[in-house]
């Protein structure tokens, strides 16, 4: 065994092999992959092998794409069998809501180039005549979709991966990983030690194991899954000797199975409720080609399902049940990127579609290691997406969940109940005696909306206008009239001090930083390439002291790019303030009139003007009251120590009887946001977008000496760019309004896609933000945009159509 490699890769399933093959091909040939017993012995030798391009999620879809387009040509490129069946893929739809689904992905497929069929129930049976047609109201066809044989693919990768220099070593175990005193990396095995830069976990079933190595609690758990394979079928049997196509794989979403062609015979494999977690405690030293007893009568409902579908699966016999783990997170997709707080650690985890992602994850963990950064917008599969909050009882409660809604419709609007609630603010019960239906971000439990009295305090999802679309309209006609309130605890927080803060965050951050103690700028520290990777609100608090706020989901990934970027000599000091401090907004014309009740301080403009803060008492609590908000109204934020919260929040609503003082919530502040042309992080700003596409030429000086992305931004500029931020009016709506990844259309061409959407109830007016070509920027320029498969007419308008001067908010 070689002594040093710049990268060692942990893990010989195809995921591990797949990064090992991309690192090769970007030329980095000293690379090492180590595998404890042989490839694909863990998970991958027992997946089903399908290559499911349907995802809602934008990063995991290209990932998706990448995959199936890399395995397309993977056996010409290295001569090697990759065992590729492109036999397509149909997704059977029963209801309404289940073919908006279908309708927003295809959308959103249109947009990252995946080609997405509508049919009929007729043309169902046409391309699966085994099937019936009952109940069937539509489908959708991949004709690019299949499956492959797992371990054909995972030797066809590592073929590739030697032929370009990577390394792998076999029945060898990692026993212990440790940092030299040099910042190097220093994998122990049961064979020698190697000394490297750079370290891939992709350990699978194995990665709660490898992450206590490294002092890392990774969230994935794997969960049992079992499919069924039949004995031959005579009408296959006969289909085969008529050398008719293949009929492609088959999903019933609404009964959570799918099934496809094998050998003769069928696969049918369910997503059942009650699957259970597996190796909760990690697997034994010596699992190897490990399978579970099967359990059938946990199958039943689907298996019914399934004759119900294609009577033929109950004339054939079982051959074998295989019942094995697939690695889940919370979420149900993916950790691929840096580990937090860890130099050159990197995960590539969590895969329960691993065969399906494992060519774009390989890629995109590739492209960040060689590039410092992936080439698409990975937040939606960044491993730092999760917190602390992130227990291993929170995992088992969490990832049952995520393995038994793998089929269930996924609402934009939905929010799952497993594990909550868990992080509470101080006045989470008064919300919820208010009215307040939660959601959750980062574990936090956040009031979306109230339900006013005789409602039902339940939330109602869709793709359309779902049940509180009323609701939240009032509330936010209310705040425009008078003044809410609004809990947003959840907020990421710190400081940062020490003689080198300033100079510091000069350099991380595009904005200039506030000169006055008190005066605060919005900033945005950019990745290398120009793109934009987090978004804070910067407060001076005197000379050498910083407050910073960013939003809550992305605490821990912002957290960890500021510390990975902080000089090593002491200059600088992090605290992380999220949990100790607590926020309330109040914001609408009646609140400077009802805060001046509880304070002493003058709240006139001319002693507090808008993007200033001060401490101020709240009746007789402490708080740094700050003149911002996310929704555009004369207003202030109320940091304050988390124990004074509801001394605050009681005080408000008390003095704030006269003023028709009202709670609000989040999907309000979201339509007011729209209203007001507001970007978010992974929405009009990502590292896919220059800072300028996205229109932040006010928040990016390029005349500053030096901050991180300035010369990739330059560069990119210097070479022209492809997208321009928009404001949409998009006319004739009724009962659906974009919601992010929706195609905008130019006389019939593909000109840009929408980031976000919805209703703005202040101007009365369905609006998009999105992202078009330069030349179709203009305002007046008339487009069309596809919402659920209609196209409606749309325009570009001027951005913050509502209160365009921001009159309010500086009144």
């Known amino acids: ?384 997406r999760f917190g602390s909050y992130a227990t291993k009882s929170y995992l088992k409660q969490k990832n049952e969940e995520a393995y038994a809604n793998v089929f269930t419709i996924h609402y934009p609007d939905e929010e799952r109940e497993a594990g909550r609630p868990l992080r509470t603010a101080p006045c989470y019960d008064r919300l919820k005696s208010m009215g307040a239906v939660f959601g959750q971000k980062f574990g936090w439990e956040r009031a979306n909306w109230f339900a006013p009295e005789g409602v039902p305090q339940k939330d109602s999802w869709s793709f359309r206008r779902s049940g509180w679309f009323e609701h939240v309209g009032n509330e936010v006609r209310h705040v425009s009239a008078h003044c809410g309130v609004l809990d947003m605890s959840a907020f990421a927080k710190a400081r940062i001090e020490g003689p080198g803060a300033e100079a510091f965050l000069e350099g991380l951050v595009a904005n200039k930083l506030p000169k006055k103690t008190g005066r605060m700028v919005l900033a945005h520290a950019l990745a290398p390439r120009g793109g934009v990777h987090s978004e804070f609100t910067i407060m001076r608090e005197s000379q050498d002291s910083f407050y910073i706020v960013s939003a809550g989901a992305a605490q821990r990934l912002d957290h960890d790019w500021i510390k990975q970027h902080m000089p090593d000599d002491n200059s600088v000091m992090f605290t992380n303030l999220t949990n100790s401090m607590g926020v309330l907004v109040l914001a609408g014309p009646r609140s400077r009139d009802l805060l001046q009740k509880l304070t002493l301080t003058d709240l006139s403009t001319d002693n507090f003007p808008w993007l200033s803060a001060q401490m101020i008492d709240v009746h007789m609590a402490p708080s740094l009251a700050a003149r911002v908000n996310f929704v555009g109204e004369l207003g202030w934020e109320l940091h304050h120590p988390i124990e004074y919260q509801n001394h605050i929040f009681d005080a408000l609503f008390e003095a704030g009887e006269e003023f028709n003082l009202k709670p609000f919530g989040i999907r309000a502040m979201d339509a007011m946001r729209l209203e007001k042309s507001y970007r978010m992080v992974g929405t009009e700003m990502s590292i896919e977008y220059a800072a300028f596409e996205s229109g932040l030429d006010r928040f990016v000086h390029m005349q500053k000496p030096d901050f991180i992305g300035r010369d990739g931004l330059a560069a990119w500029q210097e070479n022209g760019f492809s997208n321009q931020f928009v404001t949409l009016g998009v006319q004739n709506t009724d009962d659906a309004d974009a919601i992010g990844g929706n195609p905008i259309y130019h006389n019939g061409a593909l000109i840009g896609r929408a980031t976000s959407g919805g209703y703005g109830f202040r101007i009365d007016r369905s609006l998009a933000l999105a992202m078009v070509q330069p030349e179709f920027a203009a305002l007046g320029t008339k487009v069309e945009i596809d919402i659920l498969g209609t196209r409606y007419q749309a325009e570009v308008i001027e951005e913050s159509p509502f209160d365009p001067e921001n009159e309010r908010l500086r009144g």
């Open 1 to 384: 065994m070689k002594s040093h490699a710049r990268v060692v890769i942990i893990g010989g399933g195809v995921v591990g092999v797949s990064t090992l093959y991309h690192l090769a091909k970007k030329g980095w040939q000293d690379c090492v992959l180590i595998e404890r017993k042989e490839l694909t012995s863990g998970s991958t030798w027992h997946a089903a092998g399908l290559l499911p391009l349907f995802n809602m999620s934008y990063s995991v879809g290209q990932i998706h794409k990448y995959s199936v387009n890399l395995y397309n040509r993977l056996e010409a490129e290295t001569g090697q069998y990759a065992g590729f069946s492109n036999v397509s893929n149909i997704r059977l739809a029963t209801n309404q809501d289940r073919m908006d689904e279908y309708m927003q992905y295809a959308g959103v497929a249109s947009t990252i180039g995946v080609n997405v069929q509508t049919l009929t129930p007729d043309e169902v049976v046409e391309y699966w005549p085994l099937a019936v047609k009952d109940n069937l109201i539509g489908a959708i066809r991949h004709p690019d979709d299949g499956y492959i044989q797992p371990a054909d693919l995972t030797q066809a990768l590592a073929k590739g991966a030697r032929d370009n220099g990577g390394e792998i070593i076999r029945n060898t175990t990692v026993t212990a990983i440790s940092r030299t005193s040099s910042g190097e990396w220093k994998v122990t095995t049961d064979k020698g030690e190697i000394i490297c830069e750079h370290i891939v976990s992709a350990t699978g079933n194995f990665a709660r194991n490898t992450g206590q190595m490294v002092g890392l609690d990774i969230p994935v758990i794997p969960v049992e899954h079992q499919y069924i394979v039949t004995e031959p079928h005579p009408a296959i049997q006969e289909r085969q000797a008529k050398g008719l196509p293949e009929m492609g794989v088959l999903r019933e979403s609404d009964g959570s199975w799918y099934m496809r062609e094998e050998n003769g015979g069928l696969i049918l494999g369910p997503y059942e409720v009650g699957a259970p977690v597996c190796y909760f405690d990690g697997p034994s030293e010596d699992s190897e080609y490990e399978l579970f007893q099967e359990d059938l009568e946990r199958l039943m409902p689907h298996i019914e399902s399934a004759i119900a579908r294609v009577p033929a699966f109950a004339e054939v016999g079982v051959k074998k049940v295989y019942n094995g783990a697939i690695a889940y997170t919370p979420d149900g997709s993916p950790i691929i990127g840096p580990a937090w707080d860890l130099p050159n650690f990197w995960l590539n985890e969590g895969h329960s579609f691993g065969i399906t992602a494992a060519g774009g994850a390989g890629w995109q963990l590739a492209e960040w290691i060689v590039e410092g950064e992936p080439t698409i917008d990975m937040n939606g599969v960044d491993p730092r």
